[in-house]
């Protein structure tokens, strides 16, 4: 670690003359995760505070309370605050509910104290502060400049009008917002190194940090409020980067998610990720440092993430596309690789055994089920078998997406759900408060019902292929019979549809009614699971708990319906027992798969990107499962949640060390 004390004193004085000091608080809630053990330390709201608290007259004349980040009844809080002169709130998806309740709250019981607004999650106009008569101020755009601005002006008893990227009410009652400048502020004080989270600390959670590097994002996309900013990237001074992994590694804090938006746009990346494996070798921490990789720098890109995995930092790399349809692209303001750069790209990562994943936006402007679902198996057929995410198109209040003109271009539709935080518990935790999410669920090239539809076919491909269950299934009917993904993922979910009464038919029933449910606007897109102590899952994960929830129904389901359609192959009733053994059950450790045909090989060749003919050798594969679980709540937790990117439901995935050999004749195997 780094002898480099950037710290400053936390303490507000006295003013002079003995006058009161203005008492003001900053309010950002997170949720918990892993039953209330594990929070984020609130970021944004450090950022301001600590910007605010270098400012000498409002370091003379504020004393700044403590920050409030876990939620309870917004009546308890309120009455908490010792007469505030302003509660400030940073508005996220996830929160601002919560932060409409408790601004409610402290008018009621302190009707003089302001309240401020500001975050993604609010207007980029007035439209927030008309809408909500409790809130005297909103910010816009990052909430350091104009925070601190306002401050001066309240206390100096000068005109807000002055303090830029801001909306207030004028003296007769009229909403205006001053015009909306650029800021270059570079080098910000450190919520961390000035001590703002200190008193926090002493709480004893598993607290996960938030690091930025830089600030800003160079590109446009229609879906992203960042791209209505089109902002130029502002570097933090590397001095500062790393004497916040040292606070981080003093702390032991495990997670860190590092909220660049194109990590690796700057050559300079490379020095942060070393010193970061640097203090993870010595120090033990951080364990987990996550990051979003730029688009445009792919050799840099796969150098870095290769040595984050191999380092343990990483659990796998993202490559992700939002959509594989040149026309939706184009809509959205966003280019991909070309498959043939993808498809080079997976067989290098696969060689090196380096996970990876890739995420598509459900719904987005130009897409219809088709285009939707040809381009999610396309991802396949490139050499993406393990890991693609699907969401939903969620509307931000400040991207292009959401602007008037852009919704009557593309007639898109949009549903209002409650959102919730996928694993997060499903009772509601004290003082909770429904928060909801905007997603769009129709446009003029997709129907809601079509969009349902698809969410159904994402969420099995999702469960199916990229987690394990029917993988090597599917393969080696692509490569031995020409059977296209698409055919058999489509066809296996009308054979379920069409028998209600089966255990794939029930489970079909149920994710159509969820995918539904999200279009109606009935339920939000997580949901709990019978068995799985009250946790939160997506669509996809329920597929999986379902599956392993009766094993043996699944797979006598699966082999009926692919006998049906392509049986008389002689190496299917091989392959079967192979695609069933190869999946982890719980109440297994050890584990021996024989098999009178080398599929092991097989699949690897695949995955390199080069197929060759199936080879009917008698193999041999054993291992000792490091990690089995003996319930279905285990199994939930350990293989579909923790497990997923690490493809722990496969025993032959990059998880498992085992050992793999050809048996020298017929003889030896005995199934």
């Known amino acids: 670690m780094r002898n480099t004390d950037l710290t400053v004193c936390r303490e507000s004085g006295p003013r002079e003359g003995g006058a009161a ?71 996220s998806v996830w929160n601002t509910e919560y932060n409409k ?61 002055n303090v830029p990227n801001l909306s207030f009410r004028t003296t007769e009652g009229r909403a205006v917002t001053t015009p909306i400048l650029p800021q270059a502020g570079s080098d910000y004080p450190s919520p961390y190194l000035t001590g703002v989270f200190d008193d926090l600390l002493e709480d004893r959670y598993d607290f996960s940090v938030i690091l930025e590097t830089n600030r800003g994002c160079p590109n446009a996309c229609s879906f992203c409020d960042w791209g209505q900013l089109r902002s130029k990237v502002r570097l933090f001074p590397l001095e500062r980067v790393f004497a916040e992994i040292d606070w981080i590694v003093k702390h032991k804090i495990e997670y860190v998610y590092c909220a660049d938006a194109n990590f690796c746009l700057f050559s300079r990346d490379e020095k942060i990720v070393d010193y970061v494996l640097k203090c993870n070798k010595e120090y033990g921490y951080p364990k987990i440092f996550h990051v979003n990789f730029t688009k445009n720098r792919t050799e840099f890109v796969f150098d870095i993430s290769t040595r984050m995995v191999s380092g343990g930092l990483a659990k796998a790399q993202t490559v992700s596309f939002q959509s594989m349809d040149p026309r939706v692209l184009e809509n959205i303001g966003r280019k991909n690789l070309s498959p043939a750069h993808f498809r080079s790209l997976m067989r290098r990562f696969n ?17 219809t089920y088709r285009s939707f679902c040809e381009g999610m198996c396309s991802l396949i057929e490139n050499g993406q078998h393990f890991a693609v995410y699907v969401y939903p198109c969620e509307i931000f209040p400040n991207s292009e997406m959401s602007q008037k003109a852009y919704r009557e271009k593309f007639g898109i539709g949009t549903t209002r759900v409650p959102f919730l935080l996928m694993h997060s518990g499903a009772e509601p935790a004290p003082g909770a408060v429904t928060e909801y999410v905007e997603l769009l ?28 269950f029917t993988r090597a299934l599917a393969i080696y009917l692509r490569y031995a019979q020409g059977v296209s993904y698409l055919d058999f993922y489509e066809g296996f979910l009308s054979y379920a549809a069409a028998r209600p009464g089966t255990r794939a038919g029930a489970l079909y029933a149920e994710i159509l009614s969820l995918c539904a449910g999200v279009a109606e606007g009935k339920n939000a897109f997580m949901a709990p699971c019978e068995g799985t102590n009250d946790v939160l899952w997506s669509f996809e994960e329920i597929v999986c708990i379902e599956i392993a929830r ?10 009926a319906y692919t006998d049906a359609r392509f049986g008389g192959d002689p190496v299917l009733p091989a392959l079967y027992r192979y695609q069933r053994d190869i999946i982890k059950q719980y109440g297994k450790s050890a584990v021996e798969i024989k098999s009178p045909y080398d599929f092991y090989t097989y699949f690897e060749n695949v995955y390199l990107g080069e197929p060759r003919p199936l080879e009917k050798t008698p193999v041999r594969i054993a291992l000792r499962d490091p990690c089995p ?7 939930a937790r350990e293989v579909v949640w923790y497990g997923r990117n690490r493809q722990m439901a496969d025993y032959t995935g990059h998880y498992y060390d085992i050992t793999y050999e050809k048996l020298s004749s017929d003889s030896e195997y005995d199934p």
């Open 629 to 635: 679980v003996d319930t279905l709540a285990d199994y």
């Open 441 to 468: 669920t129709s446009s003029a090239s997709m129907t809601r019902e079509d969009w349902a539809r698809t969410y159904v076919f994402a969420s099995f491909v999702q469960g199916l292929h990229n987690v394990g």
């Open 550 to 559: 009766d094993f043996k129904a699944f797979y006598k389901e699966l082999f």
């Open 351 to 367: 060689e090196n055994r380096i996970a990876t994943y890739s995420e598509l936006i459900l719904g987005l402007p130009g897409e």
């Open 21 to 91: 000091l203005k008492n003001v608080y900053f309010v950002q809630v997170n949720d918990f995760y892993g039953g209330r053990k594990s929070v984020y330390l609130p970021y944004a709201a450090g950022c301001i505070q600590a910007y605010c608290m270098q400012d000498p007259l409002i370091a003379e004349r504020c004393r700044f309370g403590r920050i409030v980040y876990c939620r309870e009844a917004p009546d308890t809080i309120a009455a908490r605050f010792d007469t505030p002169f302003m509660v400030l709130f940073s508005c």
């Open 101 to 161: 309740a408790l601004a409610r709250a402290v008018k009621r019981i302190w009707p003089q104290c302001l309240v401020t607004f500001g975050g993604h999650n609010v207007s980029s106009d007035f439209t927030f502060l008309e809408e909500n008569p409790f809130v005297d101020f909103v910010t816009h755009n990052a909430g350091e400049e104009p925070t601190a601005l306002l401050l001066r002006s309240l206390l100096l008893g000068e005109p807000p009008e």
